[in-house]
């Protein structure tokens, strides 16, 4: 019962700022829970991206204009209503919503702006509904690329490649002609790590480090099956690891994981020997992680759309706000040679943020079994780039 208290607390401090540890008989100044991503605690303007404003009771904030692709769609139904609550960028930065779909979908769009309309949220300044690209790409500084299209039956994933690296070209174009010079871009519609490398190549005056793919959702996965397995809140399992392509052949990497407060309260014990199952780990586990995607349609006749959106929340806010102290996430960016992944693919990897700046984590220890699956993942990815930059060039 009282778990369950301390949830719906949550929530409500999530809107209010307050932490539900001190509802509950907490020491006054401490919160060791965390409150829709933060802590009951104003947030670190020393780690936040600098046009982030995270200080309460700031006069004449500048909002921040961010960009929904496919804005008509599933995904972005759940996304952009998080986005203007507050719970991507904090409780104290204002947004203009971007929103950006194909012609046939401009009746959809116009009602997703009446509801966002209607919902009132203070820190939605305005919202600019289009089928433009340069109207929707102008002047952004946060790119959320989620439309992309969809795999059909019976049509091959080289076939998919072809019609994705039209729409990315074109979108990589876009944010080098319109956007802001310092846009942050992640890009969502699959094959995911491909488009935004295709986008990258296409925003060729841009930094190659504004740019990134959504592994968190396979992170978020991995995460939530071995809370179930150990019995322990999610909250506490920190630093699962997925390597490579956002597909069948990533790599969820539980060896660097621990969990908090276990076995019990104030220790620290690693993933693996709190699992205590290396059967499980080694042969179903990942398997589990790789094809979540799959059983998820299988039973909802739908793909994942609200955990995504959240995932994608996640994602934007460690990247603009900051990791903590001793955790890192995982985000598809740009390779720089680490752990000897090839330069030039986007690949998922464990990084920590900072200022809006991600840093890939340096000196992991791979083992053999691991390793073998990021070689396989890793050639997956330079075929996959292969095609596309045939069909690019």
């Known amino acids: ?39 009951g605690q104003n947030l ?66 116009k009602g997703v702006v009446m509801e966002l309309q209607d919902c009132s949220y203070p820190l939605l300044h305005s919202v600019v509904a289009t089928t433009d690209i340069q109207t929707a790409f102008l002047h952004i500084n946060v790119a959320i690329l989620v439309g992309a299209f969809p795999r059909g039956p019976g049509m091959q994933r080289k076939d998919l490649l072809k019609v994705n690296v039209s729409i990315f070209k074109e979108q990589g174009e876009a944010l080098n002609k319109y956007a802001s ?65 956002h597909s069948q052949t990533q790599v969820p990497d539980v060896n660097h994981g621990y969990i908090l407060n276990y076995p019990n309260r104030g220790l620290i014990e690693p993933i693996q020997s709190s699992v205590n199952d290396d059967k499980w780990l080694n042969e179903q586990f990942i398997p589990l992680v790789q094809n979540r995607g799959a059983t998820v349609i299988a039973a909802r006749k739908l793909s994942s759309a609200a955990s995504a959106a959240n995932a994608i929340v996640g994602h934007v806010r460690d990247w603009l706000l900051g990791t903590k102290d001793g955790e890192h996430v995982s985000m598809a960016v740009y390779s720089d040679g680490s752990y000897n992944v090839p330069k030039g693919l986007i690949f998922s990897f464990p990084v920590t943020c900072r200022n809006g700046q991600w840093t890939i984590v340096q000196g992991l220890k791979i083992n053999a079994s691991t390793q073998q699956k990021i070689d396989a993942t890793t050639k997956e990815l330079q075929e996959e780039k292969e095609t596309a930059m045939s069909f690019l060039n």
Request: proline share 5%; net charge positive; hydrophobic share 45%.
């Open 1 to 39: 019962m009282e778990q369950a208290i301390l949830r719906i607390n949550n929530i409500s401090g999530q809107l209010t700022g307050k932490c539900p540890f001190k509802a509950h008989g907490g020491e006054a100044g401490k919160c060791p829970y965390k409150v829709g991503g933060f802590s």
């Open 44 to 109: 670190d303007q020393s780690k936040a991206w600098s046009l982030i404003n995270v200080t309460p009771n700031v006069d004449h904030v500048t909002p921040i204009k961010v960009l929904v692709t496919g804005a008509a769609g599933q995904i972005a139904y759940s996304l952009m209503f998080m986005i203007a609550s507050g719970q991507m960028f904090g409780p104290h930065q204002p947004v203009i919503l971007h929103l950006l779909d194909i012609p046939k979908m401009a009746d959809a769009l």
């Open 181 to 245: 010079r310092g846009v942050k871009v992640l890009v969502v519609g699959n094959p995911a790590n491909t488009n935004a490398l295709t986008a990258l190549m296409k925003a060729s005056d841009l930094p190659t480090s504004n740019f990134s793919a959504l592994t968190r959702l396979d992170q978020n996965r991995a995460q939530s099956m071995i809370s179930e397995k150990v019995g322990v809140n999610v909250d506490n399992v920190r630093n699962v690891i997925i390597w490579g392509n």
